[in-house]
Nanobody, 125 residues
C-alpha cells in the first residue's frame, strides 16, 4: 500500500521561497503521476502541479503558479518536490501530495488515488 508523507511547509513572507517534499513508500512501477494539490480555508482543493514519473517527466501547472513554482521528481528516492518562489499571500493553503496510476497526469483531483496528510504553507504580506 502506498503511503505519502509531506514535509517542508512553514511560514514565509510574501516574495519568499519554500520547498515542500513528499516521500512515497510502497511506490510501484505502475505509478504514472505524482503531484501537488492545495486547499485554502473555505475553498475547494485545487491542483497546483503534477509530473509524470517516467518517459521524460512532463509536468503540468496551474496558471496561478506558472513561472513561480517548479515540480521535480527524484525516482531514486521516491520523492517529489515543489519549489515555490515569489510566494504570495494567496498561496497560503494546506498542500497535499498525491499519486496516480492513470496515464493522464493533468490536474484533475479525481485521477489521484493516494494522498498524503498535507503540510501547511502560510505566506504573510
Amino acid at each position: 500500500q502506498v503511503q505519502l508523507v509531506e514535509s517542508g511547509g512553514g511560514s514565509v513572507q510574501a516574495g519568499g521561497s519554500l520547498r515542500v517534499s513528499c516521500s512515497a513508500s510502497g511506490y510501484s512501477y505502475i505509478t504514472k503521476c505524482m503531484g501537488w494539490f492545495r486547499q485554502a480555508p473555505g475553498k475547494e482543493r485545487e491542483g497546483v502541479a503534477t509530473i509524470r514519473t517516467s518517459g521524460g517527466g512532463g509536468a503540468y501547472y496551474a496558471d496561478s503558479v506558472k513561472g513561480r513554482f517548479t515540480i521535480s521528481l527524484d525516482n531514486a528516492k521516491n520523492t517529489v518536490y515543489l519549489q515555490m518562489n515569489s510566494l504570495k499571500p494567496e498561496d497560503t493553503a494546506m498542500y497535499y501530495c498525491a499519486l496516480s496510476f492513470r496515464n493522464s497526469c493533468q490536474l484533475e483531483e479525481y485521477k489521484y488515488a493516494s494522498w498524503g496528510q498535507g503540510t501547511q504553507v502560510t505566506v504573510s504580506s
